[in-house]
């Protein structure tokens, strides 16, 4: 089945870039998905990118698709100390009844 | 105005009880979900109905049964609880098209 992969954990220096990495083993892939999960909240959607992108940027966030490799990062520019949580990586296609696969979630720590 | 909402958000019981989790959401979505995510946030889907109707059954275990009495309400019942059970509750909504999930705030359930 489809499989999605992230490494657990992250820590970086307040003021540097963060760049989260999720590989996926879907072919179909339709939408390709970041979420961020603080400390006892909800997961709260930040960014989706469709399969035909190569490219994303929102603000102090730029997601980055490589098909080819079926690899998805999450670069967050000026990490400050509120974007500490984690961060979970979700990919779906069109014959899955809408269903997400996750990731298991990227830890990220930002340091002062 | 919440678009998610979940009840309750902390639940203490027993070992063999049963109690129900409710989940309203009001973006007028037709597919609603509910997840578990575990004590290492690891996140793993249980139910998914469309219109009322179930999508996605994922091997959950007959204890627990879904309801949806309408497309706003997906409710979670669940009898005989076990220790295993206690995780945090996610209720989530999702758009037809991009299949974006919006998450309720969880309901923290601990069985005793």
């Known amino acids: 089945g489809e499989d999605v992969e992230q490494s657990l954990f992250l820590s970086v220096r307040e003021g540097d870039s963060s760049v989260i990495n999720c590989t996926y083993t879907?072919?179909?892939?339709?939408?390709l998905y970041w979420y961020k999960q603080e400390p006892g909240a909800g997961l709260q959607l930040l960014t989706y990118?469709?399969?035909n992108m190569d490219m994303k940027q929102d603000q102090r966030l730029t997601v980055l698709l490589n098909k080819k490799d079926k690899h998805l990062s999450l670069r967050i520019a000026d990490t400050q100390t509120g974007d500490s949580a984690i961060y979970f990586c979700?990919?779906?296609?069109?014959?899955?009844?809408?269903?997400?696969?996750w990731g298991l979630g990227t830890s990220l720590a930002v340091n002062p | 105005d919440t678009a998610v909402s979940q009840t309750p958000k902390y639940l203490v019981t027993q070992m063999g009880n049963d109690k129900s989790i409710k989940c309203e959401q009001n973006l007028g979505h037709d597919t609603m979900y509910w997840y578990k995510q575990d004590s290492k946030k690891f996140l793993k889907i249980m139910f998914s109905y469309n219109n009322k109707e179930l999508i996605i059954n994922e091997t959950v275990p007959n204890r627990f049964s879904p309801k949806s009495p309408d497309k706003a309400h997906l409710n979670l019942h669940i009898n005989s609880l076990e220790l295993g059970d206690s995780a945090v509750y996610f209720c989530?909504?999702?758009?037809?098209?991009?299949?974006?999930?919006?998450f309720g705030p969880g309901t923290r359930l601990t069985v005793l």
């Open positions: 879907d072919s179909s892939s339709t939408y």
């Open positions: 989530a909504t999702g758009l037809a098209a991009s299949n974006e999930q919006f």
């Open positions: 990118i469709f399969s």
């Open positions: 979700a990919e779906t296609n069109a014959g899955n009844n809408r269903k997400l696969i």
